[in-house]
């Protein structure tokens, strides 16, 4: 059996539902964004925010509990950057979704516009 990476296991459910979960509010998928850009401080991160610098730690700890930050200390400040390698693992998770979605459409457009296929609803023996 070959050996998948941990850039290709796919997700189990409970990382699914932190990454769904973190990626539910606005401000997580501003900060992973800006954190997908570059390396930054909670302090820096919190200084664009209206609302505490508590609140904004209890977004980043979110998104570092979904593996989609990784969290380190420097001096006294605490920087955080994106993992690329779980906004790899999700988009490769909404991929999927993707194809499954996109196979349906397919074979639903092609039952709908071929009327020779026995399951066409016009089809003369049904």
């Given at each position: 059996m070959p050996?998948?990476?941990?850039?290709?296991?796919?997700?189990?459910?409970?990382?699914?539902?932190?990454l769904f979960h973190a990626l539910a509010a606005a401000t997580r998928r501003d900060i992973l964004r800006r954190t997908v850009e570059r390396e930054q401080s909670v302090s820096a991160l919190a200084a664009d925010y209206d609302m505490s610098f508590a609140a904004v730690q209890k977004h980043v700890a979110v998104l570092e509990a979904a593996r989609l930050i990784v969290?380190?200390?420097?001096?006294?400040?605490?920087?955080?950057r994106a993992d690329p390698v779980m906004i790899a693992r999700a988009r490769a998770l909404l991929a999927r979704y993707e194809d499954l979605w996109r196979s349906r459409v397919d074979r639903l457009d092609a039952l709908l516009t071929h009327p020779e296929n026995p399951e066409h609803p016009q089809h003369p023996e049904r």
């Open positions: 050996q998948h990476s941990p850039r290709h296991r796919e997700l189990t459910d409970d990382e699914t539902d932190r969290k380190r200390a420097e001096g006294r400040e605490r920087l955080v």
